[in-house]
C-alpha cells in the first residue's frame, strides 16, 4: 500500500497570538505544570512570577511590605511599591516582552528581564485581576485567560501607591491542583532571607529576616550536627554562609538575583571552586577537592546585572560576567572568597582546627573505600554496556538545555519497580523519550546505620547510583523525578522503605532537591457496560460504585504486573499521581530513620500498639442501589 502523501503549503502555517502559544506550551514558560504537590510545580511559578516584581520594587527601595492571601484556588499579593504607570497597566501583563526592566539602569539587579512573566501568569489562570495604584489614582483591570474582560477608568483613591494582582489559576490547564501551605512558606522564607528588612504578611503570619542566609543555614541545619559554628560572609553583591555537617554527599542552597537557582550555575560552580582553592592556600596542603567538599552544607546568593539563566524557569544561571563588559563571575565570586574566607579562618583558629578535622576524615573514609569503589565502578562500567536491570530513556535531565526542551528535560522520571512483572508492565506502557525503568530483584537491604562502602560493596544500590548519575553529587543527574513504583501491599510499602531509607542515608539532596516520589497506582476497578472508574482508595471505590447502574464488576489489583500495560500508560501518563517525599525544615533525618528503620525500639511498639484499629468491609450496606455485586481478584 502505498504512502499517503501529507501536503505542505501555505496552509500549513499558522502563527499564534502571545497567549495562544503560552497556553499551549505552557512549559517553555513555567516549566512543569503538576498539581501542587511539588514545590516546583507551576502554580507556585505563577506566585514567583508575580512577587518577583514586588521584591524588585523593594531591592529599588521601594516598599518594605508585601502582603499575599492564598486560599482555596486563588492567590492575591499586594505591593507598596511605585505602582505600575497607569498608562501601561493592560501592556504590562497582557503584552509579550512589555516590562520596564530592560534598562538596566531602572532595575540594575533584577530577576525579571524578559516581560514574560505575568503575562504567562494571566494566560494561564481563568480569572486574572490587575490594579495599579499611583499618586491618588488607581487603574484596573480584569481578565479571562489573557483576553481582556473589562478595562475600568482611571479614578481617585485614597489607597498608598502599589501594585495588586488576582489570579485564579485555570484548572484546565492545572488539574486538580491545591496550593500546599509548606511549599508556599518555604518559597516565601527564601524571599525573606535573601531580602534583610522585608515584610512578607502571608495569610496574617509575618515573614521576615534580620541576618539573612544566616538566618538560612541555621533554620535548615541543626546546630548540633555542624562540625563548627557557621561562618557568614557579606560583601557588595555576594553573600556566602557556610559549614561542615557529618551528612554525605554536598548540600547547597543557590541563588542569583533573589531568584532560587535549584540547579546552580555559573556562581556555585565558582564558589565551590574559590572554597577549594582557599581552603588549600590557608594549610599549604593538597588536599582532594572532594574531601574539602564532602559534607558541606552552604547558601550562596550573589546579585548581578542582566542575568542569564538556561531557561525561563531560571533554575540555572548560565552568565559568565557580573555585568555587561564586567569581570567574570568566576574572578569576582573567586577574589571575594579567598579574601574573606581566609581572613575569617586566621580569625578563628578553633574553626580552622574543626574544618581540617573534617577533611582529614573525609580523606580517610575516602581511601578506605578505595579498592572496593574502583571494582564497584569497574563493574557498574561493564554493567552499562548490557544492563538488564535499567531500560533507559533517549532523552535526560543533564541533557543541554539548547538541545532539549525544558517541559522535556522536566518530564524525565526513574520508575524504581518490583520485580520482572511489573517493570515489564511500566516498559511496555511508558514514554521511552522521558520515562526510564530501574528494576529491583526483591527487597534491597535495609543500609541504616551503614557507611557509604555499602554503596560499592552492594551490586544493586551501585548500579542504581551509577543510573541516576549521583556518584559525584546531584550536578549530573540524569532523571528529575525518581519514582519508587511498588505495590500497595505489605511487600511493597517495606520495599518503599528500604528504598527511602537509602536515599535518605546516603543521598539526602536528591530528597531535598524534589526528586524524589513514590508512584501511586489504583487498587480497584470499578466498572459496567457502559463506564469505568479507577479508585485509589476505598472511599473512592464506593464513590464510584454509587455512580454506577445494575452490576458493576469491581477488580482488586494486587500488583503493578497485574495491570495491562494499555491500562497502565494512563496511570503514567500526563494523569500520573505522585507523592512527593518532602524532608520539612525540622526534619532530623537520623531521628526519623532511627525510628521506623532502627531496632525494634519501644517508642515504636508503644506506637504500633496505640493506633491499632479494625476496619469493617461494610461496602455491600452501603449501595442499597447495587445489591448484586460481582467481585473479580486478579491472580499472579
Request: hydrophobic share 35%; charged share 30%.
Amino acid at each position: 500500500m502505498a504512502q499517503q502523501q501529507v501536503s505542505y503549503n501555505e496552509d500549513n502555517i499558522r502563527s499564534l497570538d502571545w497567549k495562544e502559544h503560552i497556553r499551549l506550551r505552557p512549559g517553555m514558560y513555567i516549566g512543569k505544570l503538576g498539581d501542587g504537590a511539588s514545590s516546583d510545580d507551576g502554580i507556585y511559578i505563577l506566585i514567583k512570577e508575580v512577587v518577583d516584581n514586588c521584591i524588585d520594587e523593594f531591592v529599588m527601595g521601594h516598599g518594605k511590605e508585601i502582603q499575599l492571601k492564598i486560599e482555596d484556588n486563588t492567590a492575591e499579593i499586594r505591593d507598596y511599591g511605585r505602582g505600575i504607570p497607569l498608562g501601561k497597566v493592560i501592556d504590562c501583563v497582557s503584552k509579550i516582552n512589555t516590562g520596564g526592566k530592560y534598562d538596566s539602569k531602572a532595575f540594575k539587579k533584577s530577576v525579571g528581564l524578559n516581560g514574560v512573566g505575568t503575562k504567562a501568569v494571566n494566560a494561564l489562570s481563568d480569572y486574572f485581576m490587575v490594579k495599579a495604584v499611583r499618586d491618588g489614582q488607581m487603574k484596573i483591570a480584569e481578565f479571562e485567560k489573557g483576553e481582556l474582560l473589562k478595562e475600568h477608568p482611571i479614578k481617585k483613591t485614597d489607597e498608598p501607591n502599589g501594585t495588586y494582582v488576582t489570579f485564579r489559576p485555570d484548572n484546565i490547564i492545572f488539574k486538580n491542583y491545591r496550593f500546599q501551605k509548606d511549599h508556599l512558606e518555604n518559597q516565601l522564607w527564601n524571599y525573606a532571607y535573601l531580602n534583610s528588612g522585608l515584610k512578607l504578611n502571608y495569610n496574617g503570619n509575618i515573614i521576615t529576616s534580620k541576618n539573612g542566609l544566616l538566618d538560612l543555614l541555621e533554620r535548615k541545619s541543626k546546630n548540633e550536627d555542624l562540625r563548627y559554628p557557621i561562618i557568614h560572609l557579606k560583601a557588595d553583591d555576594l553573600e556566602v554562609a557556610m559549614s561542615h555537617g557529618n551528612h554525605y554527599g554536598e548540600q547547597y542552597y543557590s541563588f542569583v538575583n533573589g531568584q532560587n537557582t535549584t540547579q546552580g550555575g555559573s556562581h556555585l560552580s565558582a564558589f565551590k571552586e574559590a572554597v577549594v582553592d582557599t581552603v588549600k592556600k590557608f594549610y599549604n596542603a593538597n588536599y582532594d577537592r572532594t574531601d574539602i567538599l564532602g559534607s558541606i552544607v552552604a547558601a550562596v546568593s550573589i546579585r548581578i546585572e542582566e542575568p542569564v539563566f538556561e531557561s525561563q524557569t531560571k533554575t540555572k544561571l548560565g552568565s559568565v560576567n557580573i555585568a555587561p563588559e564586567g569581570q567574570t563571575i568566576r574572578t569576582f565570586v573567586g577574589n571575594v572568597i579567598k579574601e574573606h574566607l581566609d581572613n575569617h579562618l586566621r580569625k578563628h583558629p578553633e574553626i580552622a582546627d574543626a574544618l581540617k578535622k573534617r577533611i582529614l576524615q573525609s580523606e580517610r573514609e575516602r581511601k578506605e573505600i578505595a579498592d572496593i569503589k574502583k571494582l564497584a565502578n569497574q563493574r557498574a562500567k561493564k554493567a552499562n554496556l548490557h544492563n538488564k536491570k535499567l531500560r533507559d530513556c533517549r532523552l535526560h535531565f543533564n541533557d543541554s538545555a539548547k538541545k532539549v526542551a525544558e517541559d522535556m528535560r522536566l518530564a524525565t522520571t526513574l520508575f524504581i519497580t518490583e520485580g520482572d512483572s511489573a517493570s515489564g508492565s511500566i516498559t511496555k506502557a511508558r514514554d521511552v523519550q522521558t520515562q526510564a525503568i530501574f528494576s529491583l530483584r526483591g527487597k534491597p537491604l535495609n543500609c541504616y546505620g551503614l557507611t557509604k562502602k555499602t554503596v560499592y560493596e552492594n551490586e544493586e544500590f551501585n548500579l542504581l547510583q551509577h543510573a541516576l548519575n549521583i556518584e559525584d553529587g546531584m550536578d549530573d543527574l540524569r532523571y528529575n523525578r525518581v519514582v519508587i513504583a511498588t505495590d500497595a501491599d505489605v511487600d511493597g510499602m517495606h520495599i518503599r522503605l528500604l528504598m527511602l531509607t537509602f536515599f535518605l542515608q546516603f543521598f539526602p539532596e536528591l530528597v531535598r532537591g524534589n526528586h524524589l516520589y513514590i508512584l501511586e497506582t489504583p487498587l480497584f476497578r470499578v466498572r459496567d457496560k457502559q463506564q469505568r472508574f479507577y479508585c485509589y482508595s476505598e472511599t473512592e471505590k464506593r464513590a464510584a460504585i454509587k455512580k454506577l447502574r445494575g452490576k458493576p464488576e469491581i477488580t482488586r489489583f494486587k500488583g503493578l504486573g497485574e495491570i495491562s500495560p494499555d491500562e497502565f500508560s494512563a496511570f503514567i501518563g500526563p494523569d500520573i499521581r505522585l507523592e512527593p517525599v518532602i524532608i520539612s525544615d525540622n526534619t532530623d533525618i537520623d531521628d526519623v530513620l532511627s525510628y521506623y528503620m532502627g531496632k525494634n525500639t519501644p517508642e515504636r511498639q508503644d506506637f504500633i500498639i496505640g493506633n491499632l484499629r479494625v476496619e469493617l468491609n461494610d461496602v455491600e450496606t452501603e449501595i442499597e442501589d447495587a445489591p448484586k455485586l460481582e467481585m473479580v481478584e486478579v491472580e499472579d
